[in-house]
């Protein structure tokens, strides 16, 4: 398999990590958005949400499938940055199909960078608390992860931050979304109007629900 084949292996293997990925937050949205309700109902809600997550094999199984996803995307991002940086060509993520690339087409690393860290920070707030850390427990003896979520809320820099993220996250899905169309050979010209519309609204809709929730926690919780 000579460069090029590896190239264009790798970026089918970003396009389907990412489109894995894409699917995911959607369900992890729905799954937050529980934290919207009124506080009684959204901590017996989430917190019963949170141990089936924790507590079910299939859901294990799957939560290890997007492990290895998120940390594929990333290395397969890297490597193939690399691998065009050495050979001289064009970086990956520049899209040669419009008159001009857009600017979050030609930063894509540093937006890459901004969410890993933000997933790094997230994990340990979160994933790492509940996994590992003193938890206080609901009236039920579950783990109250949503008192911890409620209280990290609470700090206006954290919410901020969150909401910057989302917004790099944005940008990051809009690219990704139409690239991996392109890479999956299903950008065609008759379908590409549908799928950037499709595209926007999917990345806004996401971001826009993740960014609303720690805005509304801070300041009606």
Same mark, same amino acid.
């Given at each position: 398999?000579?460069?090029?084949?590896?190239?264009l292996?790798?970026?089918?293997?970003?396009?389907?990590?990412?489109?894995?990925?894409?699917?995911?937050?959607?369900?992890?949205?729905?799954?937050?958005?529980? !934290? !919207?309700?009124?506080?009684?109902?959204?901590?017996?809600?989430?917190?019963?949400?949170?141990?089936?997550?924790s507590?079910?094999?299939?859901?294990?199984?799957?939560?290890f499938?997007?492990?290895?996803?998120?940390?594929?995307?990333?290395?397969?991002?890297?490597?193939i940055?690399?691998?065009?940086?050495?050979?001289?060509?064009?970086?990956?993520?520049?899209?040669?199909?419009?008159a001009?690339?857009?600017?979050?087409?030609?930063?894509?690393?540093?937006?890459?960078?901004?969410?890993?860290?933000?997933l790094?920070?997230?994990?340990?707030?979160?994933?790492?608390?509940?996994?590992f850390?003193?938890?206080?427990?609901?009236?039920?003896?579950?783990?109250?992860?949503?008192?911890?979520?409620?209280?990290?809320?609470q700090?206006?820099?954290?919410?901020?931050?969150?909401?910057?993220?989302?917004v790099?996250?944005?940008?990051?899905?809009?690219?990704?979304?139409?690239?991996?169309?392109?890479?999956?050979?299903?950008?065609?010209?008759?379908?590409?109007?549908?799928?950037?519309?499709?595209?926007?609204?999917?990345?806004?809709a996401?971001?826009?629900?993740?960014?609303?929730?720690?805005?509304?926690?801070?300041?009606?919780?």
């Amino acid at each position: 398999m000579n460069w090029m084949e590896r190239t264009l292996s790798r970026k089918n293997l970003m396009a389907l990590t990412g489109l894995f990925l894409c699917f995911f937050l959607v369900i992890h949205l729905l799954g937050n958005l529980q !934290l !919207l309700l009124p506080a009684g109902e959204a901590q017996l809600q989430f917190n019963a949400y949170s141990k089936l997550l924790s507590g079910n094999i299939f859901i294990k199984i799957i939560s290890f499938v997007l492990y290895a996803s998120i940390i594929a995307h990333a290395v397969y991002a890297l490597v193939i940055t690399l691998k065009n940086k050495r050979a001289g060509g064009t970086p990956y993520h520049y899209d040669q199909r419009g008159a001009a690339s857009k600017w979050y087409s030609r930063n894509m690393g540093i937006l890459g960078t901004i969410i890993l860290i933000f997933l790094i920070i997230h994990f340990k707030d979160f994933w790492y608390q509940y996994k590992f850390g003193q938890m206080p427990v609901d009236a039920h003896g579950q783990k109250d992860l949503y008192t911890l979520v409620v209280t990290v809320y609470q700090e206006g820099w954290y919410v901020a931050v969150y909401v910057l993220c989302m917004v790099a996250l944005c940008y990051h899905l809009l690219h990704g979304f139409f690239s991996a169309a392109r890479t999956l050979g299903v950008y065609h010209p008759r379908y590409a109007r549908g799928i950037r519309i499709f595209g926007w609204i999917f990345s806004i809709a996401i971001c826009a629900g993740f960014a609303l929730i720690p805005v509304y926690v801070h300041f009606l919780k």
